[in-house]
Structures are given as structure tokens and as C-alpha cells.
């Protein structure tokens, strides 16, 4: 008897293993015959037709599905309606003509296993809005110079960079890096070139800002975001959040697993147009640790506050339909801590944590902005 269940165990067991196997080689082929059709030629011409329109008639005449995000539309200059002149696919390779009908627009694409889609460029995602067209502009112009090979396209370029990194002669630094790159697409060459300096780059109108990356990354917290999610793992939330701002978010290795199980998943993270170092905050707050921002991103580490990780089951979120939930020790302050290689570390103090004197002090402080803020509303009401 315990033979026979221990055979039916080992059938069903092997029946699993084949079906994944055969989804895994659909799956595979799927990207196979994506790939093989981004070789073949198109027939088709776009002449004036809405974005969302054009990528319809695209997947409906080569078969290949190209997607694109409500997110990543917003981050066209009139998102869906945005008019696409004229753009003729005939007769070259479907990678070549996706490229000229997107890189215009500051996008590119990413072939997945149903289909392509279509994501913002580094330099459109480090804006945090939608570019104007000055910028999609210059995005476009700098992309199609050869800068590691071309001494006028970098002289070109020169014309344009604002450096605000602290380097008496930045551009000769730059100048260096993008010629050791060599060949390729122009913000390509510039990317690597500042990333070998740790800097990075950012459109502004006609011109190109350079600056340490911590701080264009710092700037880039700033930006408001959309998210919707619900019962998903710190990693997807941490890929989301990747993916909406152009920047890694990650956790130091172990850090995720050594959380208790109910803190490694977020009920709900639905927030509407919130700074998303609010969102990171609120995501700290959630499962009690800490995290800094470097040159490579921002990265969860282990907060070793002597409060310890506060377990919390609620929601995360800023809208109506996930309210912030208030604990009953609260974060009431935020300590930066500059480290020797340039980053930042950050930690968030709970009311507990402050000894009793620094509590009345703050309180006292709080008492008197509120008494001032009280005495300037009376004085602008007054007739």
C-alpha cells in the first residue's frame, strides 16, 4: 500500500516537473520567434496617428505584441494622444524601425516572453515628468553623436554639459571617459563615462546637468510616484520601485529573510502621487530597517536602533484606500549620517528612542511653530 501511494507521489511529482519544463520551453520559444521577427523587414508607415494608436498598428501588422505601460506613457510629452508625425518602418528590420519611431520620444524597448515593451530611457526616468519636446530635442541629437570616436561631437557636446561636481576641471575628467568608451550611441557613451567617475547626468531644457550621482539620485527621491500594489514580496515592491525611477533600490544580502515571515510581504502599497522617499520611509517604518543612498542607489540594511524591528500587519500607503497607520511609538526624527566614501547613511528615531529631556525640548519646539503658525494665520485673516 505505502509502495503504491509513494508511486502515485513520484508520478504526479514528474508529471509537474514535465509541465514546467514545457512551459519553460514555450515560454522560451515565444522569445525565440519574437526575437527572429525583430529581424525581419516591416511594410508599415506611420503619418500622423496617436502613440497608442501606432503601437496597435504595429502589433497588428508584424504580429508581435509592443506594450507600454500607463506609467511609462505618462512620460511622453502628451502621453497617449502624443501625435507621431511621420515614420516610415518599410523595408528595414522591425528593431531598426521600433528604434526610430521610439528613440525620438526619449524610449526604448525590452523584448519579454509575450511580446515588447516599450520603457523610458535612464535620462527621460532621471526627469521624473514627462520631458518637454527642447529636451526630447537634445536627448535625440545627443544619442546619434559618436562621441568616443568623433573629437566635434564632443566639442559639440562640451557647449552644452553644466558640471556641478566639485572637480576644478570636470570636463577634462569627462572628456577622458567618453573617449575610453569608444564606440556607441552617444547618451550611452555619456552614461558610462559618468558612471566610471560616479557622477550621472540629467536633461534641462537644451542643456545637460552633470553631477555626483548620490545627488541626482537624492533629487530624484524627490519625484512624486504612483504605485498600486497589493500582497506582494519586498523584492517586487523593491523591482517596482526600481523599474518607476530609474534607480536600483535594493537589500543587503540575508536582510529580507531574516525579517519575521508577515513583514517580508506588504499588504498594500497604494500611493498617489507621493515623494517616493516618502514611500521609502513609509516601507522603513513597515519593517524596521534602515537604508542608505550611495552612488549605486539606495540600499535596506539592518537599523540596530535600540528599539528593535517594530512588527507591523496594516497597509502601507498615502490614499484613501490604504490610510497611514499610526503607531503608537512613531518615527519623530531622521538621522544622517555621512559615511568616508561619500554616501549617507539614514535612520529613523522612534519617540522612544529620544532620551526624556531631548522629548520635552522637541515638544517645546513643536508648541512654539504651531503658536507661530497660529499667529501668522490670525494676522492674514484679520481685515
Known sequence: ???????????????????????????????????????????????????????????????????????????????????IKKVDLARIPLREGLTR??????????????????????????????????ELETLDELTNMHLGK???????????????????DGWGALAEKIRDVGAGPGDEALTLACNNLGWSWCLNDKQIVVA???????????????IRMNGRELLDVFDKLSDELGIRISAEPGIIASLPPQLRTIASLNVQQIPAERVLDRISEYTGLG???????????RNFSPGGIKQISSPVGDSPASPPVPAADPYVAKIVIPLSDGRTVEWLVRRSELPEDLRRMRERDLNDFIEQMRQRANEITKP
Open 1 to 83: 500500500m505505502q509502495r503504491a501511494i509513494l508511486i502515485r507521489k513520484m508520478a504526479v511529482a514528474i508529471a509537474v516537473l514535465q509541465s514546467l519544463s514545457l512551459l519553460s520551453v514555450a515560454h522560451a520559444g515565444n522569445r525565440d520567434l519574437i526575437l527572429q521577427a525583430l529581424e525581419e523587414p516591416g511594410h508599415i508607415t506611420l503619418d500622423n496617428v496617436r502613440l497608442a494608436d501606432a503601437f496597435q498598428k504595429v502589433s497588428e501588422q508584424t504580429g508581435v505584441n509592443v506594450m507600454m505601460s500607463d506609467s511609462a506613457m505618462r512620460m511622453t510629452p502628451q502621453g497617449p494622444d502624443t501625435i
Open 150 to 168: 568623433d573629437a566635434g561631437a564632443l566639442g559639440r557636446l562640451q557647449s552644452r554639459i553644466q558640471f556641478q561636481v566639485p572637480l576644478p
Open 212 to 226: 555626483p550621482m548620490e545627488a541626482q539620485i537624492r533629487e530624484r527621491l524627490q519625484k512624486p510616484i504612483t
Open 101 to 134: 519611431l521610439l528613440s525620438p520620444l526619449g524610449m526604448t524597448f525590452t523584448v519579454r516572453d509575450n511580446g515588447v515593451e516599450v520603457v523610458p530611457k535612464p535620462a527621460i526616468l532621471c526627469l521624473g515628468r514627462p520631458p518637454t519636446w527642447n
Open 291 to 301: 537604508y542608505f543612498i550611495g552612488s549605486e542607489g539606495v540600499t535596506f540594511c
